[in-house]
């Protein structure tokens, strides 16, 4: 069992950037892909950046390539989310994942966060 915590969601303006971590605790978190994913009013949820246990592989969605970077610390069992030049889609509730495979899709990640708000005003 890994036990996920969400934080540093808010308000911000577009351009802006907000920086997101999740706190990680209960069985080794470094042996874990973990993964954001995020959904808005009325929509799917929807994947956002994954990082490999060791951080060698990272894969993104499209629509955040180049804005937001995925990072990890073991040491402190805790993963992050940079966003930067935040824009009005990106309004979301954001959650964190932990899982055994790096994959794009909800259902491959067991473990999930309580999620926290991102919402960004034009």
């Known amino acids: 069992q890994v036990q996920l915590v969400e934080s540093g969601g808010g308000l911000v303006q577009v351009g802006g950037s907000l920086r997101l971590s999740c706190a990680a605790s209960?069985?080794?978190?470094?042996?874990?892909?973990v993964a954001w994913f995020r959904q808005a009013p009325g929509k799917e949820r929807e994947f956002v950046a994954a990082i490999s246990w060791n951080s060698g592989r990272i894969y993104n969605a499209d629509s955040v390539k180049g804005r937001f970077t995925v990072s990890r610390d073991n040491a402190k069992s805790t993963m992050y989310l940079q966003m930067n030049s935040l824009k009005p889609e990106d309004t979301a509730v954001y959650y964190c994942?932990?899982?055994?495979?790096?994959?794009?899709?909800?259902?491959?990640?067991?473990?999930w966060g309580q999620g926290t708000q991102v919402t960004v005003s034009s």
């Open positions: 994942a932990a899982g055994p495979h790096i994959e794009r899709i909800p259902v491959a990640y067991p473990y």
């Open positions: 209960g069985r080794a978190f470094s042996s874990y892909v």
